[in-house]
């Protein structure tokens, strides 16, 4: 199947052909559906905390944070083009006429072309673009009167203007201020400098971001850190990092074979957002916060979020201090049955482990043996809002090979939606994961876990594109918070709604939520 060529480019790449191998078995085979029990709910794998536990670990966070190393994780390498889909489609078809106001009227929906540019002035952006027209030597008031739609679409889109397409989704105007508007990954460093600091007062993040958009980031911190530096008293740590070229995936046709290029080399893709457990396997922290780059509000709506990071944060470092002393106590083996009683219930009742009937009738070393195993893991504790009609992966009990019920977040392409039962169990969710995690990959020692030995291998998704005409397959890694963490221990937290907030559409920073309070 490969040449000498072949053999060279994957080499350079940093992939084993065994790898290789074994992503075009997966091609041939698939992937096994995910087999749902029942969704996580409140009170049935969901935790739901009353006001006093609440405060009780915030406080305790707080308490602990001035000793912590803490680490804000934010997937930023998404381009935003996706953001103005419906603009380049309206831009195609739009002709200042009659026949195209009709059409330009037609949707005065929230998500419509129109509710954009007659709402424009709200946008965080508005003054950048107004004066990337000026300097054009016009106006916006003037391509509005003039029903210059296409124009002003452009100004926005192509480097005749802000050229927003080309850029990142994190260096974005998303918000506005009396002293001016901040970018996506501004919002973050503000998040992270009231949860994050430590007895320094330094405060890390760590932004996963495309190569080509290196300079755009460099040029945006070099701008604004020193400022906000000043306002919160912090020192910045700021990294980044790319996704591996050793984590693409070989492409292949519709008879699993490898798919080219013109010039004869072999056709990769990236690996899809699980190709990130690399750069998160690098990470050196106590805690690591994971929270996506476009899910951020302004000032006056923060305090709810601030406080729910303080909670699963708080959460998960009294379960990890509890998990230690057990582990403390089994590796050194001298335990008494007594003990392994209680460990048993804690990993039950707290961690949401399930332990066979058959573990009792077990030799008392071999029980030390099977709960050290079981809670030497990294831990994620997951914030779940209620389902109100977004997308995203929802929190199920699921049934593993070995027949064990464990937390799993699924997505909808994980379920056997023909399977009538599976399809029920998956509409019966009443939460979804907006991707806000808290992380401790390190064991009792202190050591950090190799976080590649806790994937699902055999979970993933394959699915059809076109390239040059021809159709071919793709294939995506276990999902970061999906397969890749498949063997952690998971827990997960009801959070409000209010603390999730994306932007996918420019239209989404025109709900009130991203709006100055004014609006």
Request: aromatic share 10%; glycine share 6%; with cysteine.
């Amino acid at each position: 199947m490969f040449n000498q060529q072949d053999l060279v480019q994957i080499a350079g790449k940093g992939i084993h052909l065994q790898v290789i191998q074994k992503q075009i078995e997966c091609f041939i085979k698939g992937f096994p559906f995910i087999r749902l029990v029942r969704p996580a709910v409140a009170g049935d794998g969901i935790i739901r905390f009353e006001d006093s536990q609440l405060n009780f670990y915030t406080e305790y966070f707080d308490d602990k944070l001035p000793e912590l190393k803490i680490v804000k994780f934010v997937p930023a390498s998404g381009a935003a083009s996706r953001m103005f889909k419906h603009l380049f489609e309206f831009r195609e078809k739009f002709t200042p006429t009659d026949d195209g106001m009709a059409l330009f009227l037609s949707d005065q929906s929230f998500n419509s072309v129109y509710h954009f540019i007659t709402h424009i002035k709200q946008i965080a952006f508005y003054n950048d673009l107004a004066a990337r027209v000026a300097n054009s030597g016009g106006t916006l008031d003037q391509l509005l009167e003039n029903r210059d739609f296409v124009s002003l679409v452009d100004y926005i889109l192509t480097d005749k203007g802000l050229n927003y397409a080309q850029l990142p989704k994190a260096v974005l105007k998303f918000h506005q201020y009396p002293d001016g508007s901040r970018t996506a990954a501004e919002e973050h460093l503000v998040e992270s400098a009231a949860y994050g600091r430590d007895r320094s007062n330094i405060v890390r993040i760590h932004f996963t971001i495309s190569p080509e958009h290196q300079d755009k980031f460099t040029e945006l911190f070099a701008t604004v850190t020193s400022l906000y530096e000043s306002v919160f008293e912090v020192k910045f740590e700021i990294s980044f990092s790319v996704q591996k070229s050793s984590t693409d995936i070989i492409a292949v046709d519709e008879t699993n074979q490898p798919v080219r290029n013109t010039d004869g080399s072999l056709l990769f893709r990236p690996g899809g957002h699980g190709a990130l457990l690399e750069n998160l396997n690098e990470i050196d922290a106590d805690l690591i916060f994971i929270k996506n780059i476009d899910n951020i509000v302004p000032d006056h709506l923060k305090n709810t979020t601030f406080l729910y990071k303080k909670l699963i944060g708080g959460y998960l470092l009294f379960l990890k201090e509890a998990v230690s002393g057990f582990l403390v106590k089994l590796k050194g083996k001298q335990i008494s049955p007594e003990k392994i009683d209680e460990i048993r219930i804690f990993a039950c009742e707290k961690l949401f482990q399930d332990i066979p009937d058959e573990f009792k009738a077990l030799p008392h070393q071999d029980q030390v043996i099977y709960l050290f195993k079981l809670l030497n893991r990294p831990i994620r504790v997951c914030g779940m809002v209620k389902n109100e009609g977004e997308p995203g992966g929802g929190p199920f009990w699921v049934r593993e090979e070995d027949q064990r019920l464990t937390l799993q977040i699924v997505e909808s392409s994980q379920i056997e939606l023909t399977d009538k039962e599976q399809k029920t169990i998956g509409d019966q969710s009443t939460h979804f994961n907006p991707v806000d995690l808290v992380c401790c990959t390190r064991d009792f020692e202190g050591n950090s876990f190799n976080l590649t030995d806790f994937v699902n291998e055999n979970t993933g998704f394959i699915s059809l594109k076109s390239s040059g005409g021809k159709m071919m397959k793709a294939q995506e890694l276990p999902g970061l918070w999906n397969g890749a963490m498949a063997n952690w221990i998971t827990i997960f937290i009801e959070v409000p709604i209010i603390t999730f907030n994306p932007v996918k559409t420019v239209n989404d920073l025109l709900r009130k939520e991203h709006l100055p309070p004014q609006y």
